[in-house]
Each structure stands twice: as structure tokens, then as C-alpha cells.
């Protein structure tokens, strides 16, 4: 079957696959994002035929012209999810579904191929199935899902292309944080900004991180793990880090998060943390926040905590922010208990500790 919302998937297992043991020592320590599995999914496009060709096999190179559309013209997209060992001894997701919706909205920004979101869930399926003895059962340990799509049709005309390479990989990941959670510093980039309005700063496009990477490199520069982005318009509102959302916790308990406005990415982390929030009794606002907001905050007691938030970390408290005008501290630049709270909560949900009134866990074994 091809083209609509179902698709046959051939298994075609790896005839090579790493052995046991071999494997149970790359999972002892495997770090985030440097070991794979053994198999991969690929599903093509071409305009007038649909999705076809939906295979699992095994994880290999990918064959591609001098003249890939994608190489050129940057039409590429991609997603990040994980499969947990559940608390049951099952297998789960974490709103697979949010990261289906999320990879067709960047697919049209970016003048792609639309795929049906269940053809996107049974790919996950697919691949936990064939390599669910890579999932990690260590306390923090998951298998980090890593669907992307690229433009495969061979020309270099500037218009959108007509074929297309979805390609689902997976990677055994432990603990984001080696030595338990630590709070991060951050540089604030004077001179570069991630996305402008009307750009695709919304999307999860490869560019958006490629452009990042400068601010990246300044903020190791000046001693800081990650950078965080100001506007583009007037270059003083908050908008991300480079790959995480922002929170800003006050004394009253109120949480304060940028809006959405088109050049922030929609975090499904962030989503969670604002439901999760409001059914404490919280207060959550979308509205903006201005560095020299962060910093009177900060400096006179009112701005209590300040975290950052995504799939790979979850969620980690930020410390120092540097910027060419001294820092900023809000409060003892740790984890406080509004941030290390619904970092556990999440947590809890994810790995099947805790009740999940909203559905976001997704049962695969």
C-alpha cells in the first residue's frame, strides 16, 4: 500500500547487527547522540505518487548526487523524541503525537511534503520494535528518536522539490547531565539572533541551528555552555536558547514564558511545563521579557528562578547569565523548587512514575 495513511513497512533485518555484548558496553555509557542502532526507517516521496517504499533496514549511508536538492536549497526538517523503559516494564513515548503535528507544520513552512501522522507513529513503532534491546535501563537512560526529511530530487532549480527522504534513526542516550542536574551559564548574543519574523524560527529546520552556531562558539568564547537570543526587531526581548525554551519563575509563583509570536520553536517541552504548571494552581503568562527586565528582576529579588527547557535535558536550571554588562543572578543561580518540582513531575510522567491525566504517554511494548 503507498501514497495514503497507511503504509506496509518491509523489514529487512540488519545481517550484521552488533552483538550482545558488545552492545551492553556501548549502553554502559553511551553518552547523547554518538552511538546508534542497528537499523534505520526510510520512506520516499515523489510528487504525484505519494509515500512509498516504507522500509526498516539496516542503518547504512545514504547515497547521494553532487546536485540533491537538499544540498543547495536546504529543504531538511527534523524532529527529537524518546522511548523510555516504562516503570511496568513496558516500553513509551512522550506525545509522539505533538512531534507528528510539529513535523508537518515545519514541513509546510519549509514548502515540503506533508506526511500522515500515523505513517510518522508507525515508523517510531517500527524501530523500537526491530532495536528494543538498545533502549537503556539505567535510571536516566533512553532511546532518542531522531526522524528527519530532506529534499532527494537531483536538480538546481530554485523551487520546492518534488522528491523526498524521510529517515528515522535512533540512539541509545544516558543521562543529559553526567553529574546530576547542573545549572547552566548562558552568554547573551550582542551581535547575532536566531530567527526574524516571518523566517523560519518556528520551524525545526536544520539552518535555524546552523545559524546558531556563531553565538554558540562566542558563548564558549566567554566561558558559558549555551547561548540565549534576543530579537531580532529590537534586539532586547528574550526569545530561546539555541536549542531550549526559556521560563522565568517570580515570587508570587507566577511563571512567565515568551510568546510564541513565529520565530520561537513551539517546545512540546514547553507546552508540558505550562499544563503542568496551570493544574498546580499556577500562573502562567506567554508575554514578553526584555534582558533589562531579567536583570532588575534579578537584582531586586523579584525574578526568584530561571530554567530552560527541551527533550534532551527536560528541564535545567540556568545560572549565571553573562552579558558585556556584568551578570545576571536570579536568586542563588540554582535549581530552585518551582524548577527541580516540575522537572520530577515531568519526569515521573514520562517514565510512568506518576499518573498521566493528559494522555501524553504512548504504550509501543
Known amino acids: 500500500m503507498s501514497g495514503g495513511d497507511k503504509l506496509d513497512f518491509e523489514i529487512h533485518q540488519n545481517p550484521q547487527p552488533v552483538s550482545a555484548a558488545e552492545r551492553a558496553a556501548m549502553l554502559a555509557n553511551p553518552g547523547?547522540?554518538?552511538?546508534?542502532?542497528?537499523?534505520?526507517?526510510?520512506?520516499?516521496?515523489?510528487?504525484?505518487k505519494g509515500w512509498y517504499d516504507a522500509r526498516v533496514e539496516a542503518r547504512a549511508p545514504i547515497p547521494m548526487d553532487p546536485a540533491t536538492a537538499v544540498l543547495h536549497y536546504a529543504q531538511e526538517i527534523f524532529e527529537g523524541l524518546k522511548a523510555y523503559h516504562a516503570a511496568d516494564g513496558g516500553v513509551t513515548m512522550f506525545r509522539p503525537d505533538a512531534n507528528a503535528r510539529r513535523f508537518n507544520t515545519s514541513a509546510e513552512r519549509m514548502s515540503m511534503a506533508q506526511m500522515p501522522e500515523q505513517v510518522f507513529l508507525d515508523s517510531l513503532h517500527r524501530i523500537i520494535d526491530v532495536d528494543r534491546e538498545w533502549i537503556p535501563t539505567a535510571a536516566e537512560g533512553s532511546l532518542y528518536l531522531r526522524?528527519?526529511?530532506f529534499a532527494t530530487e537531483v536538480f538546481l532549480g530554485v523551487r520546492p522539490a518534488l522528491e523526498y527522504l524521510y529517515v528515522l534513526i535512533a540512539s541509545p542516550v544516558g543521562s543529559y547531565f553526567s553529574g546530576g542536574v547542573q545549572p547552566v551559564t548562558l552568554w547573551v548574543s550582542q551581535e547575532y539572533t536566531r530567527a526574524a519574523p516571518g523566517g523560519t524560527g518556528a520551524a525545526k529546520c536544520g539552518g535555524n541551528y546552523a545559524a546558531s552556531l556563531a553565538?554558540?562558539?562566542e558563548a564558549i568564547e566567554h566561558g558559558c555552555d549555551q547561548v540565549v537570543f534576543l530579537d531580532a526587531v529590537h534586539r532586547k526581548y528574550v526569545d530561546e536558547l539555541g536549542g531550549m525554551n526559556v521560563f522565568f519563575v517570580y515570587d508570587d509563583g507566577t511563571l512567565v514564558t515568551p510568546p510564541l509570536t513565529g520565530s520561537i520553536l513551539p517546545g512540546i517541552t514547553r507546552d508540558s511545563v505550562i499544563t503542568l504548571a496551570r493544574a498546580a494552581g499556577r500562573t502562567v503568562h506567554e508575554q514578553p521579557?526584555?534582558?533589562?527586565?531579567?536583570?532588575?528582576?534579578?537584582?531586586?529579588g523579584r525574578l526568584r528562578?530561571?530554567?530552560a527547557c527541551g527533550t534532551a535535558a527536560v528541564i535545567t536550571?540556568?545560572?549565571?547569565?553573562?552579558?558585556p554588562d556584568g551578570e545576571i543572578v536570579a536568586g542563588d543561580g540554582s535549581g530552585g523548587e518551582v524548577t527541580m518540582g516540575l522537572r520530577q513531575q515531568l519526569v515521573d510522567i514520562q517514565r510512568g512514575r506518576a499518573d498521566d491525566p493528559y494522555g501524553w504517554v504512548h504504550r509501543v511494548l
Do not use: C, K, L
Open 32 to 48: 547523547f547522540g554518538r552511538i546508534f542502532t542497528d537499523h534505520m526507517v526510510t520512506i520516499r516521496y515523489a510528487d504525484g
Open 289 to 300: 521579557v526584555s534582558i533589562d527586565d531579567w536583570r532588575a528582576d534579578a537584582a531586586s
Open 147 to 149: 526522524p528527519f526529511m
Open 317 to 323: 536550571p540556568i545560572g549565571v547569565v553573562r552579558t
Open 305 to 307: 528562578e530561571v530554567f
Open 215 to 217: 553565538a554558540q562558539a
